[in-house]
């Protein structure tokens, strides 16, 4: 007979921050410097080195005589710019080691966009570094975006103070990765501008004693946001017998249920692609595309991951239809054709000017993420991740010149 196991996970290890509205918020989400396996049918072979920089196409970076210099020794190299400033790198810091709503990258991006025009989606701020005072892996927050009708996103967010006069739709900054063959959770990160903003009344996000946030918890959604893979779940007592047909512990009037490994605040250490929800949530799928109900355990506590077998505890598996997230939100629209097709800068913020090997490893992150190599350790791009109904351009473009409109302060 299995044991029952209890862990102590440390959530800090898969944490990330976010905000619908233009500050952070505490929350749980991708760990950069997990490695995973690669996607079914990825095409892409694990363990693949980072080229050198003469093996590397470089992008359309083209910049005008009256484009504004790059200060302090930054760079552009490949697909890739280098902001140097000390100032930046400690504002970065400073928001990952938030966890209220204290942080705010709107410095950086105003540094960014005094040099670049307002062209891009998303900008994503990396770190060459892990600092010793972060409480997040990761951050998002969005700058600009509508109501979002199906999904919860009930109220519109425009802010400024990033620089954008309303393209930049958000934000994302990263601690530096531990090592070249690790990617960055780009797809967790990106996955907040459309959710998890469901009603929490429904169930999603939250267990009996802890608020996981916009994240699936522990729920059957098995996305990037987390959830647990439905078609795993068993009893440990009896050994391996299904629900509902499990044994309550008298003591604890409690359920102990095994699952294949994941956690509540993020599945992006399985290198899984977005969920049949979170695609929904995007307007990339149908509502008829999903299934009638999500599974989701009743008073529930996650009991941690060893290996490949998660723990949850509980009182029972009730079910989430999709027919109340439909009657609570209505129904999800198809998203438009330019809601299909995004703009990103990736952006390395240094103290100093980064080293060829640095700006190397953000270039190869910058081109699996935009599909132009196949796959890093199994990690895909942006439009893999979505089934190929939507895709991501990467490189950084032209520089602003004069011409350009100023950015918004």
């Known amino acids: 007979m299995r044991t029952r196991i209890h862990l102590l996970v440390a959530l800090s290890?898969?944490?990330?921050?976010?905000?619908?509205?233009?500050?952070?918020?505490p929350g749980s989400g991708?760990?950069?410097?997990?490695?995973?396996?690669?996607?079914?049918?990825?095409?892409?072979?694990?363990?693949s080195a980072a080229p050198d920089a003469a093996t590397?196409?470089?992008?359309d970076s083209s910049s005008p005589e009256d484009a504004a210099p790059l200060p302090n020794g930054g760079q552009e190299y490949q697909g890739i710019v280098n902001l140097v400033d000390p100032a930046l790198v400690a504002q970065i810091e400073a928001v990952l080691a938030s966890s209220s709503s204290t942080g705010d990258y709107s410095p950086v991006t105003q540094a960014f966009y005094a040099l670049y025009p307002d062209e891009y989606?998303?900008?994503?701020?990396?770190?060459?570094?892990?600092?010793?005072?972060?409480?997040?892996?990761?951050?998002?927050?969005?700058?600009?975006r509508p109501a979002i009708p199906g999904t919860g996103i009930d109220t519109p967010t425009a802010l400024t103070r990033f620089g954008s006069r309303g393209r930049l739709k958000g934000v994302?900054?990263?601690?530096?990765?531990?090592?070249?063959?690790?990617?960055?959770?780009?797809?967790?990160?990106?996955?907040?501008?459309w959710g998890n903003y469901l009603d929490p009344a429904?169930?999603?996000?939250?267990?009996?004693?802890?608020?996981?946030?916009?994240?699936?918890?522990?729920?059957?959604?098995?996305?990037?946001?987390g959830g647990f893979d439905p078609s795993s779940v068993v009893c440990l007592v009896p050994d391996g017998a299904k629900p509902p047909d499990c044994t309550l512990d008298p003591d604890r009037n409690e359920i102990d249920y095994e699952t294949s490994a994941f956690t509540p605040g993020t599945n992006t250490f399985l290198g899984l692609v977005y969920a049949p929800l979170e695609l929904y949530l995007m307007g990339l799928v149908p509502v008829s595309e999903l299934p009638t109900s999500f599974p989701v355990v009743i008073d529930g506590r996650f009991d941690g991951t060893v290996a490949t077998i998660a723990f949850m505890v509980g009182t029972g598996i009730g079910q989430i239809a999709t027919s109340d997230i439909v009657s609570r939100h209505g129904n999800r629209a198809p998203a438009a054709d330019s809601d299909k097709h995004f703009t990103a800068a990736f952006v390395l913020v240094t103290s100093t000017p980064a080293?060829?090997?640095?700006?190397?490893?953000?270039?190869?992150?910058?081109?699996?993420?935009?599909?132009?190599?196949?796959?890093?350790?199994?990690?895909?791009?942006?439009?893999?991740?979505?089934?190929?109904?939507?895709?991501?351009?990467?490189?950084?473009?032209?520089r602003r010149t004069s011409a350009d409109p100023a950015p918004v302060q």
């Open 121 to 144: 989606d998303f900008l994503y701020l990396f770190l060459d570094h892990q600092p010793t005072t972060a409480e997040s892996d990761a951050t998002f927050v969005v700058a600009n």
């Open 202 to 225: 429904l169930g999603f996000g939250r267990e009996k004693d802890y608020d996981y946030g916009p994240h699936w918890g522990l729920t059957g959604v098995y996305g990037q946001l």
């Open 13 to 25: 290890v898969a944490a990330c921050s976010n905000s619908g509205s233009g500050s952070t918020v």
């Open 30 to 47: 991708g760990s950069p410097g997990t490695g995973g396996s690669a996607p079914p049918g990825s095409g892409g072979s694990a363990g």
């Open 56 to 59: 590397i196409a470089p992008g």
């Open 355 to 398: 080293a060829t090997d640095m700006l190397d490893r953000y270039v190869y992150y910058q081109q699996v993420w935009g599909a132009e190599v196949t796959s890093l350790n199994g990690w895909m791009s942006f439009g893999y991740h979505t089934g190929n109904r939507a895709n991501m351009t990467t490189h950084i473009g032209r």
């Open 172 to 193: 994302a900054g990263f601690q530096g990765t531990s090592s070249a063959d690790s990617l960055p959770a780009l797809a967790h990160e990106t996955m907040h501008y």
